[in-house]
């Protein structure tokens, strides 16, 4: 039987893969003797405690205090734990894995990422609709994991003591369609289930033809086949999502109380998070996740509706990256921006309206001033004030700030070429942004054509100050000549000499 000939190029694929494993073994080598030790000295220097995470966290976080202090004081426990028992924990001891809840925008991936930067962990964000079951169609959770050692630059110390966050977990409760319960995603519930739990995760995914040929080349070179892997016994697992329609089924639950006497009256004006703080592990199962699941998450979070009081008070906060993000890309350009409060107000009204959360305010400042960030730089404005105006009326005001920046320019360097101050009026800034508008010249470049012969004619009339008009801009030769005379007029008028006084006694004889 004549033997089947691999496929055109495969010979050169073994050979790269055979020079970047001898690549990677010999850095490997010098990595044994050179890298720092990771994870467990880091641990055995953790002393964090829970109020001093929450005070970092209070900088940052606006009103979700009672979520701040059951996130900092459980991961600090976590790995102040961790630290007492290292590998000695007790059998049956279960993790404080948190599920967190709340609305879009409140802040649950922003306070995660906060904790991970604060204890120099790996950290990794993943979303639950991106996996499957098996892997083949959608992600692998295990890639988590494997991910997880890349964010620690391949220490599999530090990434087993590192921290990953699931998004939108609500998204793989098994749901009721058409009176049949879907459970697609009970197969990935159960497979976070025994990552959570604890289990051994191989580097190299079965699934990856890459990464098994790797492992087939290092088998034939040195006889060992490699098996490199992550306990997740350590690793903390914080999970999230809205889980709309929880609210009811926790409603339904507490309205079934025994009558008579033994029968509690509920108040019947309780908010969404008051109910969401009743939740049991009965309301999720009923929700469609398995028991098993929904027990290696003992600990919930329920992070508060952010109103518009809230997304006002998250503006005010020097800390406030969605402003100062702003102010570092007009920094870029040399503008310098401030917000007024009265357009913090506004912009924090637009965003409740919009009811997406703090998500909301960065949409809204962006879409705000992006004409001004594409008009602005070059104009010469070195101030950008945002005001409610400007807030409302994003286009309508931008070219009076365009004006504004072109006028500050050129006198700018008018005053330093020639020791006169400018000053232009209302109606030479409307002239100036209507031919701005109609011709798209720059306001520096049409001043500089408009007033070319203004700093001779100013000089020959010693003014050291003069006020510009839209009728000075419209004819400004004809202004000039017309100004150089009178100057000259009046001054010839003091030259003159003064008449002189009648003399005493001469009575007039024109009558005579």
């Known amino acids: 039987m004549k033997p089947i000939d691999p496929p055109a190029g495969f010979n050169d694929y073994i050979r790269k893969l055979e020079e970047e494993l001898k690549a990677q073994t010999a850095q490997a080598g010098e990595a044994e003797t050179t890298a720092p030790v990771g994870g467990e000295e880091n ?16 900088k940052y976080v606006i009103d979700q205090s009672e979520a701040v202090s059951i996130l900092a004081t459980k991961i600090c426990t976590h790995f102040n734990r961790i630290k007492l028992l290292k590998d000695k924990a007790p059998v049956g001891m279960v993790k404080s894995n948190i599920m967190m809840i709340g609305p879009t925008g409140v802040g649950k991936t922003f306070i995660i990422k906060l904790i991970a930067d604060k ?3 790996p950290f990794v964000k993943g979303d639950a609709t991106k996996f499957s ?41 098994s749901t009721v369609k058409m009176g049949i319960r879907d459970v697609s995603g009970s197969g990935v519930q159960r497979n976070l289930l025994k990552l959570m739990e604890e289990t051994e995760v191989n580097l190299k995914p079965a699934h990856d033809f890459a990464a098994q040929m790797e492992a087939v080349i290092q088998t034939q070179r040195t006889g060992k086949a490699p098996h490199k892997t992550v306990n997740t016994r350590n690793i903390l697992f914080v999970v999230s999502g809205a889980f709309q329609g929880l609210t009811e089924i926790i409603r339904k639950r507490l309205s079934k109380q025994p009558m008579g006497f033994q029968r509690e009256l509920l108040p019947t004006d309780l908010t969404e998070e008051q109910y969401l703080r009743q939740s049991t592990a009965d309301d999720f199962i009923q929700y469609g996740f398995e028991s098993e699941f929904i027990g290696r998450l003992p600990i919930t979070a329920v992070l508060n509706h952010l109103d518009e009081k809230s997304l006002y008070k998250i503006l005010q906060n020097p800390e406030a990256a969605v402003i100062r993000s702003k102010e570092i890309d007009f920094a870029a350009y040399d503008i310098e921006v401030e917000f007024n409060d009265d357009a913090l107000k506004e912009i924090a009204r637009l965003a409740a309206q919009a009811k997406t959360g703090a998500r909301s305010l960065t949409r809204i400042i962006e879409t705000t001033l992006m004409p001004y960030e594409e008009k602005l730089p070059g104009s010469g404005l070195l101030k950008l004030t945002v005001d409610a105006k400007l807030v409302e009326d994003p286009i309508g005001q931008l ?14 360097r008018f005053a330093a070429d020639y020791n006169i101050e400018l000053e232009f009026d209302t109606s030479a800034c409307e002239y100036l942004g209507e031919i701005h508008a109609r011709d798209g010249i720059s306001i520096p470049l049409l001043l500089e054509g408009m007033l070319k012969d203004f700093a001779y004619g100013l000089k020959l009339m010693d003014r050291a100050h003069q006020t510009i008009s839209g009728d000075v801009l419209r004819n400004p030769r004809v202004w000039m000549d017309r100004l150089i005379k009178e100057s000259y007029s009046a001054r010839e008028q003091r030259e003159l000499p003064p008449a002189p006084p009648p003399e005493e006694g001469r009575e007039d004889t024109a009558s005579d």
């Open 399 to 412: 070219m009076p700030r365009v004006v504004e920046g072109g006028i500050a320019h050129f006198s700018r």
């Open 133 to 173: 079951e098996t892997g083949y169609v959608g992600g692998d959770v295990d890639d988590l994991v494997r991910e997880l050692v890349k964010q620690a630059d391949g220490d599999l110390e530090r990434a087993s003591h590192g921290i990953i966050y699931i998004d939108e977990i609500d998204k793989i409760a």
């Open 43 to 58: 641990l055995e220097e953790f002393h964090l405690q829970p109020r001093e995470m929450v005070e970092y966290l209070n």
């Open 119 to 121: 204890l120099r962990v």
